[in-house]
């Protein structure tokens, strides 16, 4: 019987892709680059623009935290885990949604969030360095005026470990995104208050064994208590694949690409 751990990485590197080709020609659309931190470390990961830019206007843009299965050095794992390139492009958000995407890369053996997955809870640690360096990265992405970035539209999604780093985000940057979409993760229960003006929609798998589903339910909990309306789905019979379900939702990218700061 596999651990959680081996489970956990089992499920988030399910290749939805049919074929090396396809995959190839998917990663063709997404520009590796290295961001060399001013405070020290460097930090790997692959952006994609709109396919159709007109001066003057402004473009949103998709962060993507990727699962224990994407780790590594070769800056591809982290779109190839758990499909998300081909997840992408089925949803259309370099065409249809005309959006960015950013996702970065975590070292093996590092994380997001620099906490246990199979905890019930746990407070806010300090930020680790993937998630410093991909502010950083991210921030002098969205200042590149070449780039179009629209401020207002900056989303931010992940799955299982991206999970955390998804909730992680928003609790550190809550005025920042516009939108956010954590799959199967949890948070501090402590910042509820900070993050009842967010649009958030969670999912997450009922029969989820690696990740308790609790750790969903009680973020939505303490959101809903503070004044907040995030959304949650807990998809029944799932277990911790739930990002299947997001993603083949047309109502999600709706609602998430509908979303904008005022």
């Given at each position: 019987?596999?651990?959680?751990?081996?489970?956990?990485?089992?499920?988030?590197?399910?290749?939805?892709?049919?074929?090396?080709?396809?995959?190839?020609?998917?990663?063709?659309?997404?520009?590796?680059?290295?961001?060399?931190?001013?405070?020290?470390?460097?930090?790997?990961y692959r952006h994609s623009s709109p396919s159709k830019m007109e001066k003057g206007n402004k473009y949103p843009l998709l962060v993507f935290f990727h699962g224990a299965g994407g780790r590594g050095n070769d800056n591809k794992g982290q779109l190839v885990d758990?499909?998300?390139?081909?997840?992408?492009?089925?949803?259309?958000?370099?065409?249809?949604?005309?959006?960015?995407?950013?996702?970065?890369?975590?070292?093996?053996?590092?994380?997001?969030?620099?906490?246990?997955?199979?905890?019930?809870?746990?407070?806010?640690?300090?930020?680790?360095?993937?998630?410093?360096?991909?502010?950083?990265?991210?921030?002098?992405?969205?200042?590149?005026?070449?780039?179009?970035?629209?401020?207002?539209?900056?989303?931010?999604?992940?799955?299982?470990?991206?999970?955390?780093?998804?909730?992680?985000?928003?609790?550190?940057?809550?005025?920042?995104?516009?939108?956010?979409?954590?799959?199967?993760?949890?948070?501090?229960?402590?910042?509820?208050?900070?993050?009842?003006?967010?649009?958030?929609?969670?999912?997450?798998?009922?029969?989820?064994?690696?990740?308790?589903?609790?750790?969903?339910?009680?973020?939505?909990?303490?959101?809903?208590?503070?004044?907040?309306?995030?959304?949650?789905?807990?998809?029944?019979?799932?277990?911790?694949?739930?990002?299947?379900?997001?993603?083949?939702?047309?109502?999600?990218?709706?609602?998430?690409?509908?979303?904008?700061?005022?």
């Open positions: 019987m596999k651990s959680p751990l081996a489970l956990s990485l089992v499920l988030s590197i399910t290749p939805v892709l049919t074929s090396a080709k396809n995959m190839d020609e998917l990663l063709s659309n997404y520009t590796a680059a290295t961001w060399k931190s001013p405070h020290a470390g460097a930090f790997l758990a499909g998300g390139i081909g997840a992408f492009d089925k949803a259309g958000l370099r065409t249809k949604r005309n959006s960015h995407v950013f996702a970065g890369q975590v070292p093996k053996g590092e994380r997001w969030v620099d906490v246990h997955w199979a905890l019930l809870g746990h407070r806010m640690p300090k930020v680790s360095d993937s998630m410093r360096m991909a502010f950083e990265a991210l921030d002098a992405y969205v200042a590149n005026e070449k780039n179009q970035v629209d401020p207002k539209r900056i989303y931010v999604m992940g799955l299982s470990m991206g999970g955390y780093g998804t909730w992680d985000a928003i609790q550190r940057r809550p005025g920042f995104f516009a939108a956010a979409v954590p799959i199967c993760g949890g948070g501090d229960l402590n910042f509820g208050k900070r993050l009842k003006a967010i649009p958030i929609w969670a999912w997450h798998g009922e029969m989820d064994r690696v990740i308790k589903p609790s750790r969903s339910r009680d973020m939505i909990d303490a959101i809903k208590k503070a004044g907040g309306n995030p959304k949650y789905s807990e998809i029944e019979g799932r277990g911790h694949n739930s990002w299947t379900d997001a993603w083949n939702s047309k109502e999600m990218w709706n609602w998430l690409y509908a979303q904008k700061k005022k």
